[in-house]
């Protein structure tokens, strides 16, 4: 890039819990810039997950909270060319690139459910991430799975 880099934009927080990673949640939630029915959606979530919750000392953002973190890996595969052969190369993840993926990995697995809203959909999400189960929570063991099939070529990394 001959240009210096981006600077990174701060988010301001979700007004009802007072939480940038609320807003990060809902800015990938949104689609066609509909920012409100995105809020509406994930508030709407957390009063099911708040109404369904068996944890009675936490509440429903700390119980979305650690499905959010149980979503996130870790570790992840890149593809790198070493003549002519393509090999998936296991890398550590940044800390940030790890929250987007476990974000987007939540609400993609939350969209193919079959329920009936899509508030229900995400609140059974969360709380089969909260659980260590669901779908998410299986992508992410996927992908260490690979990482930790393609070890043997950790040597290549760049």
Avoid: C
Wanted: cysteine-free; overall charge positive; hydrophobic content about 40%.
């Amino acid at each position: 890039m001959r240009k210096r880099r981006a600077k990174k934009r701060e988010l301001l927080p979700d007004p009802k819990f007072n939480d940038q990673l609320a807003t990060r949640f809902v800015n990938n939630l949104m689609w066609d810039g509909k920012k409100s029915v995105a809020f509406k959606v994930f508030y709407d979530a957390l009063e099911i997950v708040e109404e369904k919750k068996t944890d009675d000392e936490k509440s429903a953002l700390e119980i979305w909270k650690d499905g959010l973190s149980n979503v996130m890996p870790h570790v992840e595969v890149r593809s790198r060319r070493v003549g002519g052969a393509t090999f998936q190369i296991p890398m550590q993840i940044r800390p940030d690139r790890k929250v987007s993926m476990a974000i987007k990995w939540m609400i993609s697995y939350a969209r193919k459910r079959n329920e009936k809203t899509m508030a229900q959909r995400l609140a059974a999400e969360i709380l089969a991430a909260a659980k260590e189960e669901g779908a998410a929570v299986k992508k992410r063991i996927d992908t260490h799975k690979m990482a930790e099939a393609n070890k043997a070529f950790s040597h290549f990394r760049f």
